[in-house]
């Protein structure tokens, strides 16, 4: 987890923001309603769909925040079947990136982590609970001047670990299966998405500067967006230890550096995947080629070719931890959008793409959804 949470540094300061406008800070206080759902590892593979309550206090990029999840799991073991699934927990929030629409809204690319405890009581008898560390990333939609209106969709990692269970479990639980090499897994993986509704507070300090935003910007010829940070959902079947296996990954990808029409990015990946309690980390590089852009007047869309490696440290039950390297060439389909006044990053972006995946276990096919912020 320490390196997770070093890689992310890295890439960050690595993509450095514009400077031609501060951020917006943040409503000194935020309520949020919304959903949750996703898998986590509570003594085995958990299904969970939850209502997401939460309070934050901001300022400047900042915000401290403490949730509640309120909602109910499932097993895919019979034993357990299904109970009241609740998670409670504390963290920060730091606004990575924002761009201006207008005078009045932004987008903005936000990291999170904190700590929480994680519970399900089952149906049919029986308690599992244990402590995790989080690690997200996400975007927001923000109203700025006056009271906040905003919509949050992110996503999370969840880390705990399994050698707590036998202590916390009371009755029937639902057991990890354990191979033939590892009794356990250093940790356990889970994967959350959130969709939220919010509300803040008005900051008296937050001017809105309607007349610094031009209603019909100028059209300007396309160019690769520079010093970029975005974030990354990936989803796919790879060969892994000889066997295909369905892998799940949250990224973070930074650089935009360019060379020409070219653009070379830095990718980390936290990933999970099917099969032994499988989790790891990918770190990557990609260069992209634009085959065909469309200008419009407010910014472009574009078809890119796009090649590239890396190399991911894994872990599971059976295998022990092993290194796994690949190398991908695909496609991506992409629009871009520039800001129209004073902005802290002149350009958002966000794209769909298509990789096939090689590596000497096979060939595999990974499809990812992606935003970005840049220059």
């Known amino acids: 987890m320490r390196n997770a949470i070093a890689v992310f540094v890295v890439i960050v300061a690595g993509a450095r923001a514009a400077v031609a406008e501060p951020v917006v800070p943040v409503p000194p206080l935020m309520v949020t309603l919304g959903y949750a759902g996703g ?58 990136r924002e761009v201006r629409v207008d005078a009045t809204s932004g987008l903005d690319m936000y ?24 690690v997200g990333v996400g975007s927001m939609i923000r109203k700025i001047g006056g009271q906040h209106l905003g919509f949050r969709f992110g996503l999370r990692v969840l880390v705990g670990e399994p050698d707590a269970l036998p202590h916390a479990c009371r009755g029937t639980c639902a057991r990890v299966a354990t191979g033939t090499t590892n009794e356990t897994t250093p940790i356990e993986a889970g994967f959350l998405g959130v969709f939220a509704m919010q509300w803040g507070a008005a900051d008296p300090t937050v001017v809105v500067r309607r007349d610094a935003y031009a209603t019909d910007p100028p059209a300007r010829r396309w160019q690769p ?23 799940a990954g949250i990224g973070i990808e930074g650089g935009g550096l360019g060379i020409g029409r070219l653009r070379v990015d830095g990718e980390y990946d936290l990933l999970v995947y099917d099969g032994h309690g499988g989790s790891g980390q990918r770190l990557g590089v990609a260069v992209h080629n634009p085959l065909c852009v469309s200008e419009m007047r407010r910014g472009s869309a574009y078809l890119a070719s796009e090649v590239g490696a890396g190399a991911a440290l894994l872990h599971d039950d059976v295998h022990g931890r092993f290194l796994h390297g690949d190398a991908f060439a695909g496609v991506r389909f992409g629009v871009d959008a520039r ?6 990053s002149q350009s958002y972006g966000s794209y769909a793409s298509l990789r ?19 220059e």
């Open 225 to 247: 967006a520079r010093h970029t940070l975005g974030w990354a959902l990936r989803l796919g079947s790879e060969p892994i230890a000889g066997t295909s296996r369905f892998a």
């Open 339 to 344: 800001a129209t006044g004073p902005s802290s």
């Open 356 to 374: 096939a995946v090689f590596n000497p276990g096979g060939v595999g096919v990974m499809f990812g959804i992606a935003t970005e912020w840049g």
């Open 111 to 134: 990291l999170e982590s904190g700590i929480g405890l994680d519970s399900i009581a089952w149906d049919r008898g029986g308690r599992i609970q244990h402590h995790d560390v989080m």
């Open 39 to 96: 898998v986590s590892h509570l003594g085995g593979e958990v299904t969970a769909s939850q209502l997401d309550l939460e309070v934050a206090i901001g300022a400047a990029r900042w915000q401290a925040f403490g949730e509640a999840l309120i909602g109910r799991g499932s097993s895919p073991d019979p034993q357990s079947a299904s109970g009241d699934h609740d998670r409670v927990g504390l963290g920060v929030r730091w606004l990575a």
